[in-house]
C-alpha cells in the first residue's frame, strides 16, 4: 500500500501504555479505506498482573478524518455583526460574532 505514518502527538497513561495517540497517515486512498474504521473498538488484554489468565476488555475510540486542503477567505468588517448575548450566569462582556455570507 506504500502508506507513511507519522506520530502527530500522544499522551502516556498513568499506568503505562498510552492514553491518547494521534497519527498522520499518507498515501493513496487511505481515507477511502480507514474512514470506516471510525468508531468505538473493543480492547482485550491480559495484565502482567493477572496470575488466572483472566482477560480485561477495555474501549478505544478511533477518529479517522480526512486532511482538509487549505483555503484563504476574505473577511470584510462590514460583514460581521456583533450580537449580544444574555447568559443566565453573571458573565461580563458576552456576545456572538455572526459572519454574514459575502455577495
Do not use: C
Not at 40 to 52: A, C, I, K, S, Y
Request: proline share 6%; hydrophobic share 40%.
Amino acid at each position: 500500500m506504500g502508506w507513511k505514518t507519522e506520530i502527530t502527538s500522544f499522551t502516556e497513561g498513568t499506568m503505562g501504555g498510552y492514553k491518547e495517540i494521534i497519527i498522520n497517515v499518507k498515501g493513496e486512498g487511505v481515507y477511502g479505506i480507514l474512514k470506516y474504521e471510525s468508531g468505538v473498538h473493543r480492547v482485550q488484554r491480559v495484565p502482567v498482573t493477572e496470575t488466572q489468565g483472566r482477560v480485561h476488555t477495555s474501549a478505544a475510540t478511533v477518529a479517522v478524518l480526512p486532511e482538509a486542503d487549505e483555503f484563504d477567505i476574505q473577511l470584510k468588517t462590514e460583514d460581521i455583526r456583533k450580537i449580544p448575548f444574555a447568559h443566565p450566569a453573571p458573565v461580563d462582556n458576552q456576545s456572538i460574532l455572526l459572519i454574514l455570507p459575502s455577495v
